[in-house]
């Protein structure tokens, strides 16, 4: 039972350069979620995908974009990477109920570390 | 103002005591209250949440919500090196689209 699968876990990359982060999950989660987590800063989110074709911005947005391929896939791009854009990146899916509502219970991927030089 | 709050710690018990975890938040619309567990270099995961004031019990942990006081807690009894850990309280809104995450508390059990 694979549940969140992110890759790359790490990556280094150059002022300038672009990514994709991607992630997975096999639970049939409507619901998907993009953090970033820095020191002293908590868990912040980046983007949220409530269903499949739709994606919407969260607290931290500025300098990425986000793709949900399908139910199951939700990426996470870095155009022009930054110094600041250094920070464990985690993907999450969270609950559906009976009646589409989510219960806010976030399962996590293992992580994505990056690092900007 | 941090929407929700938490001392970093590290806040130190020895093996066997009970260890208090406390948040506060801001939002009183808040609807539903998490603790997220996570160990060092690990993604968090859920341990506990809570909807309703009062006590909530499983196992050795016990969620306390004072929604008049806007304050959450988490206790954990006979406290094991094993819980050693960062522990992330979590307060939402609505939906997961709302979740607050507090900046999380270290706890370290000693032998």
């Known amino acids: 039972n694979a549940g969140v699968t992110q890759t790359p876990k790490f990556q280094v990359l150059k002022t300038g350069q672009s990514m994709t982060l991607q992630c997975a999950q096999d639970?049939?989660?409507?619901?998907m979620y993009w953090y970033r987590q820095d020191p002293g800063m908590g868990l912040r989110l980046i983007y949220y995908s409530a269903s499949e074709g739709t994606t919407d911005k969260g607290e931290v947005p500025n300098g990425y974009n986000v793709s949900r391929l399908n139910k199951r896939e939700f990426s996470l791009r870095l155009e022009s990477a930054a110094p600041s854009q250094t920070s464990v990146y985690f993907c999450?899916?969270?609950?559906?109920?009976?009646?589409?509502?989510?219960?806010?219970?976030?399962?996590f991927g293992e992580g994505s570390r990056l690092t900007v030089l | 103002q941090k929407e929700v709050e938490q001392n970093s710690g590290p806040l130190s018990v020895p093996e066997g005591a009970i260890a208090s975890l406390n948040c506060t938040y801001s939002d009183r619309g808040s609807q539903s209250f998490f603790w997220y567990r996570q160990y060092s270099g690990k993604s968090p995961e859920l341990i506990m949440f809570?909807?309703?004031?009062g006590d909530k019990e499983d196992g050795r942990f016990t969620a306390q919500l004072n929604k008049a006081s806007q304050y959450v807690s988490l206790l954990i009894r006979d406290s094991q090196p094993s819980d050693s850990a960062t522990y992330l309280c979590a307060v939402c809104a609505g939906t997961a689209s709302k979740l607050t995450f507090g900046t999380g508390t270290r706890l370290q059990v000693t032998l």
């Open positions: 809570i909807y309703s004031n």
């Open positions: 639970m049939n989660h409507n619901s």
């Open positions: 999450a899916s969270s609950v559906v109920v009976a009646g589409g509502a989510d219960t806010g219970e976030l399962f």
